[in-house]
């Protein structure tokens, strides 16, 4: 399902479409705030809010979001904190967050995301640092870091990520 540009807000009905597969707000720069139940949408494999350059903040009940296998919030320029819920995502593959520049740090529940695959993180210029628990991440395999001039060190758990494929740490300003 794909929404119009200029919503400035979602309704609270749409917790009633959870037979979608997909909700797509792309381009939505407009829209200030996510309806609460939007966790109600079981089914929903993918949500993409790239270019939602107004939301504040995503909602608690992101968590909700059993099904949500890829997470698209590329220049979620607002973001500034993951919230806690989404530790609840087993069921996620990619969350995509480059370009999200205000995001200051990763959570440690990051580490439980079991189903894990790619984490898109280029861009993130204000991320400092990385949590130990990515090393617990056993199916993750693109790890993408680029365009970072903040982040002080490549943490120990590199050597712990045995089914990384793709490592991309171009234009690392700093490395320790």
Same mark, same amino acid.
């Given at each position: 399902?794909?929404?119009?540009?200029?919503?400035?807000?979602?309704?609270?009905?749409?917790?009633?479409?959870?037979?979608?597969?997909?909700?797509?707000?792309? !381009? %939505?720069?407009? +829209?200030? *705030? =996510?309806? /609460?139940? &939007?966790?109600? #949408?079981?089914?929903? $494999?993918? @949500?993409?809010?790239?270019?939602?350059?107004?939301?504040?903040?995503?909602?608690?009940?992101?968590?909700?979001?059993?099904?949500?296998?890829?997470?698209?919030?590329?220049?979620?320029?607002?973001?500034?904190?993951?919230?806690?819920?989404?530790?609840?995502?087993?069921?996620?593959?990619?969350?995509?967050?480059? !370009? %999200?520049?205000? +995001?200051? *740090? =990763?959570? /440690?529940? &990051?580490?439980? #995301?079991?189903?894990? $695959?790619? @984490?898109?993180?280029?861009?993130?210029?204000?991320?400092?640092?990385?949590?130990?628990?990515?090393?617990?991440?056993?199916?993750?395999?693109?790890?993408?870091?680029?365009?970072?001039?903040?982040?002080?060190?490549?943490?120990?758990?590199?050597?712990?990520?045995?089914?990384?494929?793709?490592?991309?740490?171009?234009?690392?300003?700093? +490395?320790?």
């Amino acid at each position: 399902m794909s929404i119009s540009i200029d919503m400035k807000e979602l309704s609270t009905s749409i917790g009633k479409l959870n037979s979608f597969l997909e909700f797509n707000l792309l !381009g %939505c720069s407009n +829209l200030q *705030e =996510l309806s /609460t139940s &939007i966790g109600q #949408l079981n089914a929903v $494999q993918e @949500l993409n809010l790239s270019t939602c350059s107004s939301l504040q903040k995503l909602l608690k009940s992101i968590g909700q979001l059993n099904a949500l296998q890829n997470l698209e919030l590329p220049s979620f320029s607002n973001l500034q904190k993951v919230p806690t819920s989404t530790g609840q995502l087993n069921a996620l593959q990619n969350p995509h967050l480059q !370009g %999200c520049l205000k +995001l200051e *740090e =990763l959570p /440690t529940f &990051i580490g439980q #995301l079991i189903a894990l $695959q790619n @984490l898109h993180l280029q861009g993130c210029s204000r991320l400092e640092e990385l949590p130990t628990s990515i090393g617990q991440l056993t199916t993750l395999q693109n790890l993408h870091l680029n365009d970072y001039s903040k982040l002080q060190q490549l943490l120990t758990f590199i050597s712990q990520l045995s089914v990384v494929q793709n490592l991309n740490l171009s234009r690392f300003l700093k +490395l320790e």
